[in-house]
T-cell receptor
Framework: AQKITQTQPGMFVQEKEAVTLDCTYDTSDQSYGLFWYKQPSSGEMIFLIYQGSYDEQNATEGRYSLNFQKARKSANLVISASQLGDSAMYFCAMSTISNFGNEKLTFGTGTRLTIIP | DAMVIQNPRYQVTQFGKPVTLSCSQTLNHNVMYWYQQKSSQAPKLLFHYYDKDFNNEADTPDNFQSRRPNTSFCFLDIRSPGLGDAAMYLC?????????????FGPGTRLLVL
């Protein structure tokens, strides 16, 4: 079974500092995708970044980068130069194919990030 | 801008009174998903449509049904809402059903059951 673990229920970070949100995963599949989503208090899930299991380079999208360590099965999100608008819930998710051939997104429990002015 | 739209953003219903939530998309994506997210929890997949092919999750209660009359629209029907069905309901779409496809979410509908 696929599982995503986010061990930090909440984090407080000073504005303009970098922050790392932890994510570890467990799967027996060789091919999978890893995603990070941001969910502000308004509720919308906003896609941030994607990393494929066969991608050799770490994914980057603006201030977001994904520190992918395949052997350790970790996919940590790094936000550089944090801003007040980064305060939100962050979910790590993994995409695999179920036994029925359906693509399934498995989410972690999330980390609530609060940026302090 | 292409997007996923959910209406209404807030829905109040009475215990046992059927309710329908709607989702539309301008992305022309093949796959549409419905998730349930309860407070402080991760989203939980209820079911998805791959084109017209309906795929139910094994643990989705029979109380939840879905319709997809065309590519753009998908509806979530809750036949007899209970207090435990109060949650945020998120619709998402993806171009295809492979591991590399990103799911794009709508703003969600918060359902309150009185």
């Amino acid at each position: 079974a696929q599982k995503i673990t986010q061990t930090q229920p909440g984090m407080f970070v000073q504005e303009k500092e970098a922050v790392t949100l932890d994510c570890t995963y467990d799967t027996s599949d060789q091919s999978y995708g890893l995603f990070w989503y941001k969910q502000p208090s308004s509720g919308e899930m906003i896609f941030l970044i994607y990393q494929g299991s066969y991608d050799e380079q770490n994914a980057t999208e603006g201030r977001y980068s994904l520190n992918f360590q395949k052997a350790r099965k970790s996919a940590n999100l790094v936000i550089s130069a944090s801003q007040l608008g980064d305060s939100a819930m962050y979910f790590c998710a993994m995409s695999t194919i179920s036994n029925f051939g359906n693509e399934k997104l498995t989410f972690g429990t999330g980390t609530r990030l609060t940026i302090i002015p | 801008d292409a997007m996923v739209i959910q209406n209404p953003r807030y829905q109040v219903t009475q215990f046992g009174k059927p309710v329908t939530l709607s989702c539309s998309q301008t992305l022309n994506h093949n796959v549409m998903y419905w998730y349930q997210q309860k407070s402080s929890q991760a989203p939980k997949l209820l079911f998805h449509y791959y084109d017209k092919d309906f795929n139910n999750e094994a643990d989705t209660p029979d109380n939840f049904q879905s319709r997809r009359p065309n590519t753009s629209f998908c509806f979530l029907d809750i036949r007899s809402p209970g207090l435990g069905d109060a949650a945020m309901y998120l619709c998402a779409t993806s171009r295809d059903r492979t591991r590399a496809e990103t799911q794009y979410f709508g703003p969600g509908t918060r359902l309150l059951v009185l």
